[in-house]
């Protein structure tokens, strides 16, 4: 597979406007993406990722800043002419061809002669794990097939960077979840640099070696790898929006050494840490983790104990969710392992719940 | 329940036997004057069987004049309205503009009018601004004027079927502009354009109104039967006639049979 | 502006702009514009004799559009011929509503290719030869009379020619096609279940078209009733070989204003019937409620 080479991209200070809207569809981007790094952009529908995307594949020429592929700035060229490839939503597979002439379009445009454009195709199709499929039409293929007879068919003109806009929505869970392992082997089998754009974060957090979650805005909330986007969340965005949280509205009491106490709407002393060195009489949320919080038993003090009723059970196999009672309209749940032998809490039953304070994370609510 | 579905399936019944009788037995009607041996058109008496009138068809060059000229006429009107129908189908379903609903009107309009008015107007045009007067090119620049619009409809229903993303697709993968048309939408146009191309031959080989108008001295084949059934008519024009039913009939017959052989292939 | 040029540069390239140009622009200015303002400008000039052409009479005028009111014969034929078309145009709806229905809702398999095919077959004979066909039915000899002669029902021909029987008959059979298809695909989009539906609430089959189907089918009434008006409104081979001088069609004093090199007359009464088919699709389009966008299905 030497034959492909990763290049890096650079995102230097983007903006795109579309013509007629006053409004930025995205706006202030700023990524460094490294050669042959999976790089997912994580957002909701609407965020202006598949805008980023149509910016890089040359769709689009944004109307501030650059964008670099391996060093070289690509203004002023064409999607036909960039080092990249592009899988569409819905893949754009061409219904008119075999399987071999999809594949081998992006050669045939530049001249291959028949011969060999059948030989990287039967090359390809070994890569994507799908051989001997080359004189099939494409409406016979299975959603899966068709999915990776796409990547076969971006990777054939030997890009730099494969550009995936979704792929993956249109399949079933289960082949989604297989497509994604599989995604991640043809990316490290070929050293090419992928650029991901999904909103689903199970796909994100798994595949990818980093990821950037931009918000409804157009902009960048946080780069990092999926651990630390999950464990150490920069922004209320992001703490809202990767995995599942615990909110509580709150106001900074006391601050030192990287920790702070907080005082919430319904009058709960709370310790945290306080990445953003927020200061007292600050408005804050404290975020928790469903799954960081326990049952408080005698033997074991947390650093933050609430009081609460057991409201509702909702038990989903390997997880046991229960939703508690602190009074007012405050959403909280924890969640913890159905280990087959704990009982559950009874409903309407009087607990206290702990938590520590390093799994408290309090972010200011002002932009980042 | 039981008795109003009978009533309701005997009166649809009768009406579809009523309705094929009323289409089909004039034709049948024609033809059979075709072999009666009397020298006015009519079935009744029968005065015996001959193919004389087909003969007499056969033996008329003004016949042969005329079908030669239809044939040219329909040939440049394929040449003509379907490349038209293309320009103005990608023009109105790929491109969004203030004016196309405006300039979609006045292209269709054509076919919503009478088509003496295009006859005419198309003679009158040529003869004043280019000093040509009616002959074979004003019927195919009149005809021309409104099977574009047909053309263009036609190819318009499946162009607006196209999934834009294919052609980026083609064009990320380093195809140039021309190489996407060609490799990519033309074929996934290709049935369209080839029923264009039926759609305006038929239209333009039996097209009279407009043609009358327009064409000046010349003659194409309906010109001929229009001037045949006005003056004397004689059991030669049903002979033509018939010719046209059993050439129909046997088209329909021969699609019919390649249809069934493909479906026949694909099961 | 800009948007729209780079919009077509990116779909079509510069090859793909200059064939869409040529097309398109020849076809609008020299087939549809050009000849349109042409006969236009006839329309407004007086017949002159050739050398008074471009001198001080050939000036402006409404003299050929007046003609039509103060020539009674002509307005006689023209009034006649609107209403006449008018008929056809119900007749033609009635007839066709029913086939159209049964073609895109009850009819299956074999039984739709077959009555498909029964439709298209006729279609296929030229018009003229379809007219043609009615003169052998119609005629004082023809298979009408005789029939009815036969089985003592009349006992002289009636002379179907003589009135506008014979025509109107002719220009039905001829255009029903023109009814039939945009019937069949407005009702062909038509989901089934609506119709189950009402069935199983209780309607009628007559209540069912009345508050479904025909609601539903509006534009391809609408498109149905256009094509048969404006094709029976401009015929002229059904007039020619179907008709007698008494019934005299509008298209006829066209064409004979025509054959007595009287283009300027001709260009007038020409322009007439364009705005009459006009008239008429305005009024189709606002009394069935439907866009003009929606004509092309």
């Known amino acids: ?368 | 329940m039981k008795s109003s579905n009978i009533v309701l399936k005997v009166v649809t019944g009768s009406y579809l036997v009523l309705f094929f009788v009323y289409l089909f037995l004039p034709l049948v009607f024609m033809s059979v004057v075709a072999f009666n041996t009397s020298s006015i058109p009519q079935v009744t008496p029968w005065e015996g069987f001959t193919l004389k009138w087909f003969g007499k068809l056969f033996g008329d060059s003004q016949m042969w004049d005329g079908l030669i000229n239809s044939l040219i006429v329909a040939f440049f009107v394929v040449i003509i309205s379907v490349p038209i129908g293309l320009g103005a189908s990608l023009l109105l379903t790929r491109l969004q503009f203030k004016a196309r609903n405006g300039l979609y009107a006045i292209l269709v309009s054509p076919i919503l009018m009478p088509g003496i008015i295009l006859g005419i107007s198309t003679f009158l045009f040529w003869d004043k601004a280019f000093h040509i007067s009616g002959g074979l090119w004003t019927a195919i620049m009149g005809q021309s004027t409104f099977i574009s619009g047909y053309c263009m409809l036609l190819i318009m229903a499946r162009a607006q079927r196209f999934d834009k993303t294919q052609e980026d697709a083609a064009f990320d993968l380093g195809a140039t502009h021309r190489q996407v048309f060609w490799k990519i939408t033309l074929p996934f146009l290709r049935p369209a354009l080839i029923s264009a191309a039926a759609l305006a031959f038929m239209q333009s080989f039996e097209n009279y109104n407009t043609t009358l108008f327009a064409i000046g001295f010349e003659q194409t084949l309906p010109i001929y039967i229009g001037s045949k059934l006005r003056a004397f008519i004689s059991p030669a024009m049903n002979a033509l006639a018939c010719i046209f039913i059993a050439l129909t009939i046997a088209g329909v017959f021969v699609y019919e049979v390649m249809r069934r052989s493909e479906s026949f292939k694909k099961s | 502006m800009r948007k729209f040029r780079q919009d077509a540069m990116r779909s079509f390239g510069s090859f793909g702009i200059t064939f869409i140009w040529v097309t398109v622009g020849s076809w609008l200015i020299f087939m549809i514009l050009l000849p349109q303002l042409i006969m236009l400008d006839f329309s407004f000039r007086p017949f002159l004799p050739l050398r008074k052409i471009g001198g001080p009479e050939d000036i402006y005028t409404l003299k050929n559009y007046i003609v039509l009111f103060t020539n009674e014969f002509h307005r006689a034929i023209f009034i006649k011929t609107i209403w006449t078309s008018v008929l056809v145009t119900t007749v033609a709806l009635f007839v066709c509503y029913p086939i159209a229905f049964y073609l895109a809702k009850v009819a299956r398999g074999a039984r739709f290719a077959w009555i498909l095919m029964g439709l298209i077959i006729p279609y296929w004979i030229n018009e003229l030869l379809r007219i043609f066909a009615w003169q052998l039915i119609l005629a004082d000899a023809g298979v009408l009379n005789k029939l009815l002669l036969a089985i003592d029902i009349i006992s002289n021909p009636i002379n179907f020619r003589a009135g506008n029987s014979a025509v109107i008959m002719g220009m039905v059979y001829a255009y029903i096609l023109f009814m039939v298809f945009p019937l069949y695909n407005a009702i062909e989009s038509l989901d089934r279940n609506q119709i189950d539906a009402a069935r199983d609430l209780g309607s009628s089959w007559l209540r069912i078209h009345r508050r479904i189907v025909i609601p539903y089918a509006k534009p391809g009434i609408a498109v149905g009733c256009i094509m048969t008006f404006m094709l029976a409104a401009g015929s002229i081979a059904a007039p020619q070989l179907l008709g007698s001088p008494s019934s005299f069609w509008f298209s006829q004093v066209i064409y004979t204003n025509f054959e007595c090199a009287n283009w300027n007359q001709g260009a007038a009464y020409a322009m007439v019937l364009a705005g009459l088919c006009l008239i008429f699709i305005f009024a189709m389009l606002k009394i069935f409620k439907v866009d003009l966008k929606e004509l092309a299905k």
Not at chain 1, 138 to 163: H, W
């Open chain 1, 1 to 368: 597979m030497d034959q492909y080479v990763g290049q890096d991209i650079e995102i230097v200070d983007v903006g795109m406007r579309y013509e007629g809207s006053e409004e930025y569809a995205v706006s202030d981007i700023n990524v460094y993406i490294k050669p042959g790094e999976f790089f997912s952009f994580l957002g909701p529908s609407g965020c202006g990722k598949t805008t980023l995307l149509r910016l890089v594949s040359g769709f689009l020429e944004p109307t501030k800043g650059k964008v670099l592929i391996g060093g070289e700035n690509m203004r002023g060229i064409g999607p036909n002419k960039r080092p990249t490839a592009m899988i569409f939503q819905n893949l754009a597979l061409f219904p008119l061809m075999t399987v071999a002439e999809n594949i081998g379009f992006g050669l045939e445009v530049r001249g291959v002669s028949r011969a060999d454009r059948r030989k990287k195709a039967a090359e390809l199709l070994e890569l994507v794990d799908l051989p001997g499929v080359e004189n099939k039409k494409v409406s016979d293929l299975s959603g899966g097939q068709m999915q990776r007879v796409a990547i076969a068919r971006g990777l054939a003109v030997e890009p730099s960077v494969l550009l995936l806009d979704e792929p993956l929505s249109a399949l079933d869970l289960k082949l989604r979840q297989h497509m994604r392992t599989e995604l991640r082997n043809i990316q490290k089998r070929t050293g090419v640099t992928f650029i991901y754009i999904t909103h689903d974060q199970g796909e994100a957090l798994t595949m990818s070696d980093r990821i950037g979650v931009m918000s409804d805005s157009g902009t960048i909330e946080q780069i990092a790898a999926a651990d630390e986007l999950y464990n150490e969340p920069e922004t209320v965005f992001v703490a809202d929006f990767v995995g599942e949280n615990n909110r509580f509205i709150s106001t900074v009491r006391t601050a030192n050494n990287g920790y702070a106490v907080v005082e919430t709407s319904f009058g709960q002393q709370l310790t945290g840490i306080n990445p953003q060195q927020l200061s007292s009489g600050q408005q804050a949320i404290a975020f928790v983790r469903p799954e960081a919080i326990s049952v408080l038993e005698d033997s074991k003090a947390g650093e933050n104990i609430i009081k609460c009723k057991v409201k509702s059970i909702s038990f989903e196999g390997a997880f046991v969710t229960i939703f508690l009672d602190i009074g007012g309209n405050q959403a909280f749940f924890m969640r913890r392992h159905n280990n087959g032998s704990t009982p559950f809490p009874e409903i309407d039953s009087e607990i206290d719940i702990c938590f520590g304070a390093h799994n408290t994370r309090l972010l200011g609510t002002g932009t980042k």
